[in-house]
């Protein structure tokens, strides 16, 4: 008698080539998702750090640009290769009213215009004609901001009201404490997404920063969170989303070490940005102090910048060394301790340079990041609509309203009670 097998089942065998949605990952001129973005400004360079010794090269939505800072004082963003004869203006020379090439010494102003033609008869009769093409920057909250999208539809750089006004002995740090990234931003190999869903996935925190590795934000069960804010297992219930004015924001609730009830959020504002309290001293009906900008260069790579608005000399270093891995930062780790005590670089990176969407399976504590990724395509399907999107205004507005922070529970209704003028 013949013997039927069961055939092996859910194996790899056959799958369909693996892929990403590009209407959310790529971003250079003339992606939908890159046109939506240039409807936005994006930080370039923190202001203190951007001095007009010189020029920096950068690379922000699929071009190479560079920042510089002239003797006067004006910042400007040209592109990086010369209009005359395409050498890298990064190799240029700031002087006071603008940038001089290696090549043929032809100076450029902040808005392109060109200055000068070294080596021409009398230094350029018809130099008018040249024009390096630059975009608008403005300066605000310790950062350099550009615009990159159409003329025509350039909006107000906008305000929030964690950030302002600034009290008496408070000052914005903007400044990574790292070598090489103190003007341009701090680089991660990976596709800008990976980086900013990780900003709405709170679930993450109650496994990767806890139960997996260890706690690893400094304070836990002092300063910081109890332990019972990790709980995986009440995690689903605790967790709250919801979308706002600017984009979307969750809630964690949990018991204080006080008994209170107590709620932690933070809320993201489209397209890239991130309202973030203080996580390692956290404070009960505090505000937030801090903005954190996730800046694609291209598809497979990002930066981020963030500004502070504090007096305390301390707040940059809890912001910047709050997060351990086996007690230490994660430049100290060796290869083996990075597997075992992995962080937010682990997971994120490991992705690969863009995550493959189609490989995905989504689950309920997942619903932030759905309802970020559909804000997203509809923030895309605006502008190819021709219409602005989310979060843009051509006209000055108000601040805007941040909703981050830890906030008491009221007894009545179970809602997060937000500080005054939070």
Not at 172 to 193: K, S
Request: glycine share 10%; with cysteine; aromatic share 10%.
């Amino acid at each position: 008698m013949t013997e039927t097998s069961l055939v092996d089942s859910g194996t790899g065998y056959g799958r369909k080539t693996p892929s990403y949605e590009p209407r959310l990952a790529e971003v250079g001129p003339g992606t939908p998702m890159g046109e939506a973005l240039r409807r936005y400004w994006q930080p370039i360079a923190a202001s203190a750090a951007l001095t007009s010794e010189a020029p920096h090269r950068t690379r922000v939505l699929g071009e190479d640009l560079i920042v510089f800072r002239d003797g006067q004082g004006r910042p400007g963003v040209v592109f990086e290769r010369c209009a005359h004869r395409g050498s890298s203006l990064y190799y240029g020379r700031v002087e006071d009213d603008g940038i001089r090439c290696c090549y043929h010494g032809w100076k450029f102003d902040v808005q392109g215009h060109c200055l000068e033609q070294a080596c021409e008869p009398g230094g350029g009769l018809r130099r008018d004609a040249a024009r390096q093409p630059w975009y608008p920057v403005e300066e605000r909250y310790g950062l350099v901001f550009v615009y990159m999208g159409p003329p025509e539809r350039k909006p107000t750089l906008p305000r929030y009201d964690c950030l302002e006004p600034q009290e008496e002995g408070e000052r914005y740090l903007a400044e990574w404490p790292v070598p090489g990234m103190t003007v341009t931003g701090l680089v991660q190999d990976c596709n800008w997404l990976q980086i900013y869903e990780n900003a709405i996935d709170p679930a993450h925190i109650s496994w990767l920063h806890s139960q997996h590795s260890g706690y690893q934000f400094v304070g836990t069960g002092t300063t910081g969170f109890p332990e019972n804010f990790f709980d995986p297992a009440t995690a689903s219930d605790r967790i709250t989303y919801k979308r706002t004015d600017f984009g979307a924001a969750y809630n964690v609730r949990f018991t204080g070490d006080d008994s209170a009830e107590r709620g932690w959020g933070a809320d993201l504002h489209l397209p890239n940005v991130l309202v973030l309290p203080d996580f390692v001293n956290v404070t009960a009906d505090a505000k937030a102090d801090m903005l954190l900008w996730v800046v694609p260069c291209d598809d497979t790579h990002n930066r981020s910048f963030f500004s502070i608005r504090t007096s305390d000399p301390e707040r940059l270093d809890r912001f910047f060394l709050g997060v351990k891995q086996n007690g230490k930062d994660p430049w100290e780790l060796s290869e083996e301790e990075r597997r075992q005590y992995p962080g937010d670089g682990e997971a994120q990176l490991s992705q690969g340079p863009v995550t493959l969407h189609s490989e995905e399976t989504l689950a309920t504590t997942d619903r932030g990041v759905v309802m970020l990724r559909r804000l997203l395509k509809t923030m895309v399907d605006d502008v190819q609509a021709g219409r602005d999107p989310r979060g843009v205004s051509l006209t000055e507005v108000p601040p805007r309203h941040t909703e981050s922070g830890m906030f008491t529970v009221a007894a009545a209704d179970k809602t997060p009670v937000p500080s005054a003028g939070a």
